[in-house]
């Protein structure tokens, strides 16, 4: 399967070949001798919504590449309660370099393509490939960023303005070419209303009351309960206080 070429004469192997990984994410920075070494060993898979895909102080085995949909990452505190700490879409790279055993759960929240590869390959590639180290820290630090800017929303914004927040992220990730650069977007919700409290530290009730404003104001529609469309980008951003 790995070592097929393309019959274009390309050196990229077939299972990546399609693959927006190997475009934006990590793999991007292999040359072609290590993305066939790779897709030898890796393998792609689907998982459905509500399977866990990484366990809290589980040991690392493999890492994956998100191909599609939405991942939730959780934290558990010893009482059992958890707390939505960010989520992950493609290309993202779905793991916890330079650590033997996890310290984060990780779950499909939709429907998840995922692209798995034994964590011994990539750490090798690691020693061997400085601009794959510098991919991950990268994305490392892009997540940082990312917790930053969150904790500002949860901390200082208001009730609407963290829901309009939250619209926002999911239009800019879910599918960037639908993202914050254009002038609509259509998408569906990746979380349910509980979930969605459970992230913005607000209440069901909270959440379904400010998304009735949002529509309301004309600034979304929502179909279906979890489809949602923007006709107008800019409004929603100004409704999220960025």
Known sequence: MAERLDIHNSDIPVLCQSCEARHHGV???????????LAKTSVKHSVEAGEELIGDAETVESYSNVLAGVVKLTKSLSDGRQQIVGLQFAPDFLGRPFKDESAINAEAATSVSLCSFPKAAIDRMIKASPELEHRLL???????????????????????EKVASFLLMIAANIDPANGQDSVSTVFDLPLT????????????ETVSRQLTRLRADGVIRIENNRRVVVDNMSRLERRSGS
């Open 27 to 37: 793999c991007g920075a292999l040359d072609v001798d290590q993305l066939t070494g």
């Open 138 to 160: 990268q994305q490392a630090l892009k997540e940082l960023d990312q917790a930053r800017d969150w904790m500002m929303t949860l901390g200082r914004k208001t009730a609407s």
């Open 193 to 204: 209303r509980t979930d969605i409290a459970d992230f913005l530290g607000l209440t069901i």
